[in-house]
């Protein structure tokens, strides 16, 4: 399994338009942050976990040769709104493509993108999908899937583990049960926004940090940050086993 | 009034995701095209025609010092799915922005976007926009604005005249009363989607010099290109007067 993060940003991006901090107007590239996603290739299959605003940007960047499938977390506008990006699959594939999402969110799907499920709009094409709803494991295109309930400020959305790997993005919280699914993971990528100061959907690092420890992957990567975090300062003081990912980030995982 | 265009391809972008053709692989930075948008500074106001799935990559090449408001064409994705990244505009500016719309552009856009007005989502903060609806020419901040209804295959969607320039993006027919609206003006930016084939929603290359012809502009540039248009040969034969825009352009009038 390859896991390559297409973006590890908050909902803004990291530059913020018109920002000029620090972090903001480094150089370094790993403080250039798309929003948050993953493409995942599994069992000979290639699929999203999320589609972001920054959609075609990031698979301009990291090809796929097909899309099979996309999972998604939850539908605020940053894991969503380039739903619409997936057309030139459909349009190559000669084929819908299958996503999976919690009846809520696939419910907030539907009324965003209305226009899939309407007879409306002609003319450049519409995307083709194929909405799921999951409330618990399921296998699909061979791949075994996981969600992974958690807590998303008042809301309760998904993170997935597949085999070893698990990703939670945009958490406050994670429930017992779902400490329980989590037992054994090898590789984990977790919320984790900025230092400081709290917030009341997303874990900060140390919060996420004292959940990474919990949970006892051999290795934890940090997601979803925002431009009160430098990367190199944020991550020098990490323990052994926790890390900072970045956009482009490779892990070739068992 | 200076108008840059920020983004002059048509829904998929070009180069399109996959896509391996001669203008979707070529170096010439007047085919890399993203979704169209203007942005435009007219009496020390700056504001947009639309907000693309691109908008927050548009506002780190074209940065602009505050969004005193947006004009919406109409509803779909590669015009509208970007609003979210207004928000660094509400925080900065601690406002609200003000849109311009259609009353069924309005609509699918309090559909698509309905967590702006729900009172459901904490947290990291939502689009603060006032939306209103317009059948007419009307004046805010100072800007006199000109909607100008043209067909979009069996839509009705609006084109904007400020001044002397004309923005008509996403149209396969402008009626007899629209193109009365467009007497004297100076500058338009004409939908052309390709050189070939026809498209039920969006005129080609041909149809748009032929319009151009009849709206008589000193000046007309093409926009919301495809990746069957390769910029240079392309405008290597169009008649003086004509020319196809290209993501940066700026243009500096009246």
Not at 55 to 84: A, E, N
Request: proline share 6%.
């Amino acid at each position: 399994m390859r896991v390559t993060f297409l973006g590890t940003g908050t909902s803004t991006g990291v530059p913020v338009v018109g920002c000029h901090c620090r972090v903001c107007t480094s150089s370094d590239p790993r403080n250039q942050r798309l929003r948050q996603s993953v493409k995942i290739e599994a069992n000979g299959k290639h699929f999203l976990i999320d589609t972001t605003p920054d959609l075609r940007l990031q698979l301009l960047r990291h090809p796929i040769p097909r899309l099979d499938f996309v999972l998604y977390t939850h539908s605020h506008s940053d894991h969503l709104m380039g739903l619409d990006d997936i057309r030139p699959f459909n349009f190559r594939q000669r084929e819908a493509i299958h996503a999976f999402a919690s009846a809520p969110t696939a419910k907030a799907i539907r009324r965003a993108f209305a226009y899939i499920w309407d007879s409306s709009q002609i003319g450049g094409g519409k995307p083709q999908l194929v909405l799921h709803e999951v409330d618990g494991p399921f296998t699909h295109d061979g791949v075994d899937i996981v969600p992974l309930p958690v807590t998303h400020g008042d809301w309760t959305i998904l993170g997935y583990r597949i085999g070893g790997f698990a990703y939670i993005t945009d958490t406050n919280g994670i429930p017992d049960d779902t400490l329980r699914l989590l037992d054994g993971v090898d590789t984990l990528a977790l919320d984790a926004l900025r230092p400081a100061p709290r917030h009341p959907t997303h874990f900060t690092i140390d919060e996420a940090f004292a959940v990474a420890q919990r949970i006892g992957a051999r290795e934890t990567w940090l997601i979803h940050l925002a431009h009160e975090a430098e990367h190199g300062e944020v991550e020098a003081r990490l323990p052994a086993g926790v890390r900072i990912a970045w956009d482009g980030l490779e892990l070739d995982l068992e």
